[in-house]
């Protein structure tokens, strides 16, 4: 997975730290409850279940991200003349969500 060095244009604040790490917190203990099932043999639906809640709870973390990105980030480059770069750039990375 390839990551870049910028950094964001407005900085989180320890606010929105703390709830993007809370969230990854309750995902990771979802993640753990299902290792557990598979372990303890659960029925498949219900390991199913599980995998679906996961896949909601990341796409909800997107989405808060991707907001907060083009509030800030996306909006600056814009005003500053960089606009299609920062657009490119988001849709490139929105794309691999459809993957």
Do not use: W
């Not at 279940?49 to 907060?68: D, F, M, N, P």
């Not at 005003?79 to 969500?97: W, Y």
Request: charged content about 30%; hydrophobic content about 35%.
């Amino acid at each position: 997975m390839e990551h870049s060095d910028k950094k964001p244009v407005k900085p989180r604040t320890t606010t929105e730290k703390q709830a993007l790490v809370n969230r990854l917190k309750r995902i990771e203990g979802q993640v753990r409850g299902l290792q557990n099932m598979v372990e303890e043999d659960r029925y498949c639906v219900d390991i199913l279940v599980q995998i679906s809640a996961i896949q909601a709870a990341l796409k909800k973390t997107g989405a808060a991200v991707t907001e907060r990105h083009m509030k800030h980030c996306v909006s600056h480059a814009i005003q500053h003349g960089d606009g299609e770069e920062a657009i490119d750039e988001l849709m490139k990375v929105l794309q691999q969500f459809g993957k």
